[in-house]
């Protein structure tokens, strides 16, 4: 059991606990996080299943969590570790059951005091347009033939069917496609699934929320992201949905047989792997790259809906022209990059669990038009603290293999939250502090209230002190859809 005393403190900001702490620890694990922070962090399994990240054959530098890291599967919320290929492991707990669960911010040209007035039939129409809730189908639904190419091309795919612009792609994460997929290692359940669920927001922590830019932090780099003062914008947090949980359910299935083929034992049985190069884990790759093209495609459709429905709303007052898409990241997702450990570059397959990456400038696959500043980086809060844009930083590239935290951090089950406050209750407060709600249920409400998480402007303070990504602005919220 590990304590907040066994972390050495090497920073106001990083915490660590040395290599020599568990005798199978094959690297030091460190935490971000404030001193004020420790207690609630201790409080479930996130630093042990840390310790146990740094367990991973093949793992190099640190395993790493973010300030918003709490309990997970295999991985904490808020991991990341990269391994040394070509046989450093793959893990599917070091991505997660919602692969490529993402944020997407597009902009606007409006200004928050004429959206209020309208923000009822606004949050009406976005309602009608995207389908929330579990097990959530759209309109739009696709062959078995049509899949295959949705699972190939991701958003791309959707841009080419009319869902959205070609400057899209440019502004999404990896130009929102995986080259990696191939439809051919997702299971039959997993494509069942996958069907009738493009462009639908699904439920839990997801939501579509209108906000408004609330404090700007940096005039230059919010004016290039089209970040106004006062100005609407949208977000978008949802992922692969049942697709990519099948895909991640399939794959700890191969992989617990595969662990005793390469003789791998870990601590953890959610920390199911395989070497990188194994026929195991390239299987899992290629489908694994599948779901996160799939996520990028139903983010697609979504932002298509959103923009067709502020066109409704707002008439000649918005044209496509005037919604720009800021940014898209991923959260949940492995990649093999290139970095830099104790002075040696490395190619590496970087899992990131719960967090985000944030490419440094002059990074060439940060959006060109944005690369002096560095990548964006999208950390959504709470119902009624609102959310942030940072951009990614040198420091970040050099301390963390480009990565950030992805939001505020769970600090109560589900089943505690709703506990604490009625849904109904919780859509009462939010409507009489001016936030307009659509829900799915009320339960779900509850679940996902802002007493179920972390303070994020303690959890944002801490990536930008420690330098690993920094401030743009931050943004509130107006309207809130959840499932």
């Avoid at 200004?111 to 189908?137: F, H, K, T």
């Avoid at 609102?386 to 963390?400: I, N, P």
Wanted: glycine share 10%.
């Amino acid at each position: 059991m590990v304590n907040p005393q066994d972390l050495q403190r090497l920073s106001p900001y990083l915490h660590e606990i040395p290599q020599d702490w568990r005798e199978d620890m094959r690297v030091p694990a460190r935490l971000y996080a404030s001193e004020a922070m420790l207690e609630d962090i201790a409080t479930d399994r996130s630093l042990e299943q840390l310790i146990n990240t740094a367990t991973l054959p093949g793992i190099v530098g640190h395993a790493l969590a973010m300030p918003d890291a709490h309990q997970g599967y295999g991985f904490p919320i808020g991991g990341v570790a990269a391994t040394a290929l070509p046989d450093g492991v793959l893990s599917p707990g070091g991505v997660g059951y919602d692969i490529n669960c993402g944020v997407r911010v597009l902009t606007t040209s409006l200004d928050a005091d004429e959206v209020r007035p309208q923000m009822n039939a606004l949050m009406d129409a976005l309602s009608s347009q995207v389908p929330v809730g579990v097990g959530s189908s759209g309109a739009l639904r696709v062959s078995s033939q049509e899949l295959q190419d949705v699972l190939r091309d991701g958003a791309e795919w959707a841009v080419r069917k009319g869902y959205g612009l070609r400057r899209d792609l440019e502004h999404t994460e990896d130009g929102g496609r995986l080259d990696a997929a191939d439809p051919a290692k997702v299971s039959e359940r997993a494509l069942e699934r996958g069907t009738d669920q493009i462009g639908t927001l699904g439920s839990g922590n997801h939501f579509l929320e209108v906000d408004r830019v609330s404090e700007v932090y940096d005039d230059e780099a919010a004016e290039a992201m089209g970040l106004r003062l006062n100005s609407v914008c949208v977000w978008i947090h949802c992922g692969s949905r049942g697709l990519g949980h099948q895909v991640c359910t399939d794959a700890v299935r191969a992989m617990q047989s595969a662990m005793k083929k390469y003789d791998i034992t870990v601590p953890d049985r959610e920390l199911v792997c395989a070497p990188f190069s194994s026929p195991e884990a390239q299987a899992y790759f290629a489908a694994m790259a599948c779901a996160a093209n799939y996520a990028w495609a139903n983010r697609q459709v979504i932002a298509h809906s959103v923009r067709e429905s502020l066109m409704r709303v707002f008439g000649s007052k918005v044209r496509r022209d005037d919604l720009p898409m800021l940014y898209d990241v991923c959260h949940n997702i492995a990649k093999v990059e290139r970095h830099t450990v104790d002075g040696q570059e490395m190619e590496l397959v970087v899992h990131r669990k719960g967090a985000t990456r944030a490419f440094g400038p002059g990074h060439p696959d940060v959006p060109e038009a944005l690369r002096e500043l560095g990548q964006p980086v999208l950390i959504p809060g709470n119902m009624r603290s609102g959310s942030y844009v940072f951009l990614g930083t040198e420091r970040g590239m050099a301390d963390t293999f480009g990565s950030s935290c992805h939001g505020a951090g769970r600090v109560m089950s589900r089943t505690q939250a709703r506990k604490q406050v009625r849904g109904q209750t919780l859509r009462e407060e939010l409507e009489q502090a001016g936030i307009v709600v659509r829900a799915g249920s009320m339960s779900g409400l509850a679940e996902e209230g802002p007493h179920a998480y972390k303070d994020v402007n303690l959890v944002v303070d801490v990536v930008h002190e420690a330098g690993i990504a920094r401030k743009v602005a931050r943004t509130q919220p107006l309207g809130i859809m959840k499932g």
